[in-house]
Each structure stands twice: as C-alpha cells, then as structure tokens.
C-alpha cells in the first residue's frame, strides 16, 4: 500500500499504576491470570516518529541509558507491527523522550508502545479503527491495551481485557523512584516461591475499592489498595519497606508497591500534602527520586504543541 508521509507525529502517553493487583495461581502457560484496576497518571513519555532512510529508535529522558534501541524496544515492535499490517516498506526514526520510570512497575514500555501505534497510524494516516488498535495493543503486551485508554479500569486475563471503572474526581499520588529495577518475571517468581503450596482462589475485584472509586472518596481508596506482589518486590528488595513506611509516617493516607515495583506509589489527601510529602521522602534518602502526579489521566493522544510538555 502506497503511504502518505506527513510531518512527524508526536504522542503523550501515561504511566499507570496498580491500585488493585490480584494475582492467581501460576497455570500452565508460565503466566498468572489476574485481576487488576489500572489507573493512568500524569506521568508521560512522548513519543514522535518521522520519516528516515532506516528504522530506528532513539531515547531521552529518564533511564534511557537501559533502554534497547533494536527491535526489542516495544515502540519499534509496535512501528514495524503496523508498518506489515498496511505493507508498506517506508522507514521511521522513532524519538522516544522518557519521564515513565524504566523497569518500574509503571509500564513505560508497554506506555511507549501504545504511544508508538497511535503514532504512526496518524503519520501513515492507515485508519485502523479503535477495536484493531487495541488487538494489536494486546498481541504487543497485556499492559499496552490501557495505555491506549488511559482513565480507570479492570484488567481481567492477563491485563488485556479491560472495563472502564466509573471513577469521581482526581487523586494526587507522590511517587518514590528505585533507579535499580526490579524485573517482572523475578517478581513473580517470587510470588510463586512465597506462596508454596497454598491454594490460591482465583482473583476478582474488590467492590469495596469500586465503591471508593466511584463515590471519590479518597480515605476508602488509601484503606483498600492491594497489590499481590507487594510481598515478593519487598522480598526482593527489602528497602521498599523502608520506604513505605516513610511515606506513611509523613502524611500519606496510603501506600503500595506499583504492579511488579519498584517504584511506591503514596496516596495523599490533596495537592498541598503531596507536596509536603515530595519534600519529605526527597530529604529522606530512602529512594532515588521523587515525583508527583494526578490521576486519572487519558490514555495514548497525539500533541500539537510539544513546546508545553
Ligand atoms: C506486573 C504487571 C502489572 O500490570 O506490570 P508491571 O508492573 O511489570 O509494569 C504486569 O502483569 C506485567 O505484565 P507483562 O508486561 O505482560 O509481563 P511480561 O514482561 O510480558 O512478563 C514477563 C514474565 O512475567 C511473568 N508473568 C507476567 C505476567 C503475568 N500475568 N503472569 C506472569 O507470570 C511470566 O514469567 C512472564 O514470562
Ligand atoms: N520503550 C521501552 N521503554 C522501556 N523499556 C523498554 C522499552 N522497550 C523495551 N523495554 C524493556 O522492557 C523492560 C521493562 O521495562 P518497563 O516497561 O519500563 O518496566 P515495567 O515492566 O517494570 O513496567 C526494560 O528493562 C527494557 O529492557
């Protein structure tokens, strides 16, 4: 198919985090079913693709250093993933700028990925509908089909399958950032080791969290944050427990470990908490950097102003 090359094309994308994180039993596959509530945050990568004479992926920002530049890197999977879909055989360099913490529990490559479909689809103008985005979001990753929509939502299967949560207001989070990351597969293995022979249910939602959710209240949300591999990332890295209950002591009404860690995320009360926090847990050195964000925030967008960001 003949393509139309435009100017490049820039997307803002947003972290997420857990606020709920049920897993179940290890099945045959390697993998575990779970039950999750994702929650984006003001928390973005952008990513701008434009046309080249080769394919190519290039990052900035946070954590860039460890962040593959072949075809493992999930933005240049999701490229070349729509560039065989309408079978053209154009190139693209692929800018990604990082703000989303790398091996954080905070999906940045899933993020940068959905980041990379939205793109291109609008640079090549290829049409896909909303539904095939998201199938091919899902073939990418089960974290990458949120990261295109963004808000609140239950992840069933691994994460893939989503439902909107009805959601009231905005929540602001303090981050507390790890630079040494901590790997998804180690963490659930971990999981599996502390569990042993227990029987595990299979995981659901907690209506209680759905009814904080939806009346925004903020107190009910701190009291039933849960994350299943909160125990394994603390395991793993046992100072995450040292930084929770900083966190903690110093003003936030909750705290959790985000998805596989090992970043902790802290709820707080309002705007003025948050910063006092941020304040806090900087001058505490329990954690290599802090940061602040509000959620919810909407999924992969494309940005006409990139000065602003
Ligand atoms: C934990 C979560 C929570 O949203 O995200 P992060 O916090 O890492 O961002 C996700 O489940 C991350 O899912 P995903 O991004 O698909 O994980 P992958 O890197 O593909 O999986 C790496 C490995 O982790 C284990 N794994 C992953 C997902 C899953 N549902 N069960 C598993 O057992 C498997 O051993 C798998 O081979
Ligand atoms: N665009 C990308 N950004 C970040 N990491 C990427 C990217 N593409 C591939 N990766 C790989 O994915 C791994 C997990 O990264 P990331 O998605 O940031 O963390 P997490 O799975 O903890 O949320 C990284 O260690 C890196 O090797």
Request: with cysteine; proline share 5%.
């Amino acid at each position: 198919m003949e393509v139309t090359s435009t100017a490049p094309v820039t997307v803002r994308v947003p972290a997420k985090v857990n606020l709920e994180l049920r897993i179940g039993p290890l099945e045959d596959d390697g993998y575990h079913s779970l039950s999750t509530v994702f929650h984006a945050v003001e928390l973005h990568d952008h990513v701008t693709v434009r046309a080249a004479d080769e394919w190519s992926v290039t990052t900035t920002g946070v954590g860039a250093g460890i962040v593959p530049d072949d075809d493992t890197n999930l933005a240049m999977r999701a490229a070349k993933l729509i560039a065989a879909r309408i079978g053209t055989d154009e190139r693209l360099a692929i800018d990604v700028d990082k703000k989303i913490p790398v091996a954080g529990g905070m999906a940045g490559g899933s993020a940068d990925a959905a980041a990379a479909l939205v793109a291109v689809d609008a640079f090549w103008d290829s049409g896909f509908s909303p539904r095939e985005l998201q199938d091919m979001a899902a073939e990418l990753g089960s974290d990458v089909p949120f990261a295109l929509e963004g808000g609140t939502a239950i992840g069933s299967g691994r994460g893939e399958h989503l439902v909107p949560v009805l959601s009231r207001g905005a929540f602001e989070w303090v981050f507390a950032l790890h630079h040494d990351g901590l790997s998804t597969p180690a963490v659930y293995a971990e999981c599996d080791r502390l569990r042993g022979n227990r029987r595990i249910p299979e995981p659901k939602p907690n209506t209680a969290l759905m009814a904080a959710l939806r009346a925004g209240d903020v107190d009910a949300l701190a009291s039933n944050l849960q994350n299943d591999l909160q125990d394994a990332a603390c395991s793993l890295m046992p100072k995450l427990t040292t930084t929770m209950t900083t966190g903690l002591d110093n003003g936030a009404l909750g705290a959790i470990v985000s998805g596989s860690g090992p970043t902790v995320a802290f709820l707080c009360a309002d705007r003025t908490s948050a910063l006092d926090l941020m304040v806090t847990l900087s001058a505490s050195n329990v954690c290599d950097e802090v940061v602040s964000a509000a959620g919810p925030v909407h999924g992969a967008h494309v940005v006409h102003d990139v000065r602003h960001r």
